[in-house]
């Protein structure tokens, strides 16, 4: 089936200590997006690839980076990851739309941050 | 005023019910409108999807949008204890790859 996928699932890591999160998808979409969703909140867009061209929302920190090398794969890098940074981390993609239209995002399972 | 305003619930019923769940908003920009289902630990999945002010049917789930009000409805029919979940509404305005502004969700518990 056609998916988005995220690895890992649960990543530990200490205070301060840079760490890395990956989304692959099947579905050949040319959007990718990341959000942060934190307990009992909605997510919040982080940033989003439309092809290669990246797209920062206005209020995401600089401690947090993306990086996209293929159509199919998109990191999520957080280099200096301090408490509040603990959340589940979300990937989604969608299809361009045709003219002036807004494609549905499909999610992967999303990969939750643990900060020690 | 937030720009997607939703009740967090608790949001208990007895399988067979008609759950109504609903969201209003601020912006009228806003031209897409979905309804997402998360499962604790898992990440949102796409259940309805529409454009601009109506309904939509899908089995037992209906969408319903009314841009003038600027309020959304998703409706349950024969609520399953499978529909427990958390429901998010989210909406976008029109533009590709513009960001999705989700609802904190409403949490629904269907027993059986």
């Known amino acids: 089936d056609a998916m988005v996928i995220q690895n890992p699932r649960y990543q530990v890591t200490q205070f301060g200590k840079p760490v890395t999160l990956s989304c692959s998808q099947t579905l050949n979409h040319n959007v990718m997006y990341w959000y942060q969703q934190k307990s009992s909140q909605a997510p919040k867009l982080l940033f989003h690839y439309y092809d290669k061209d990246f797209n920062n929302e206005a209020d995401t920190p600089d401690n947090f980076q993306s990086r996209r090398p293929n159509t199919s794969f998109c990191f999520l890098d957080i280099r200096s990851p301090g408490l509040g940074d603990a959340a589940m981390y979300l990937c989604?993609?969608?299809?361009?739309?045709?003219?002036?239209?807004?494609?549905?995002?499909?999610f992967g399972d999303g990969t939750r941050l643990s900060i020690l | 005023q937030k720009e997607v305003e939703q009740d967090p619930g608790p949001l208990s019923v007895p399988e067979g019910a008609i759950v109504s769940l609903n969201c209003t908003y601020s912006n009228s920009a806003f031209q897409y409108f979905m309804w997402y289902r998360q499962y604790s630990r898992k990440g949102p999945e796409l259940l309805m999807y529409?454009?601009?002010?109506g309904n939509k049917e899908d089995g037992r789930f209906t969408a319903q949008v009314d841009k003038s009000s600027k309020y959304i409805s998703l409706f349950i029919r024969d609520s399953q204890p499978s529909d427990s979940a958390t429901y998010l509404c989210a909406m976008s305005a029109p533009q590709a790859g513009t960001a999705l502004i989700f609802g904190k969700g409403t949490t629904l518990s269907v027993s059986s």
């Open positions: 529409t454009y601009s002010s």
């Open positions: 989604a993609t969608s299809r361009e739309g045709t003219g002036n239209s807004n494609q549905p995002q499909h």
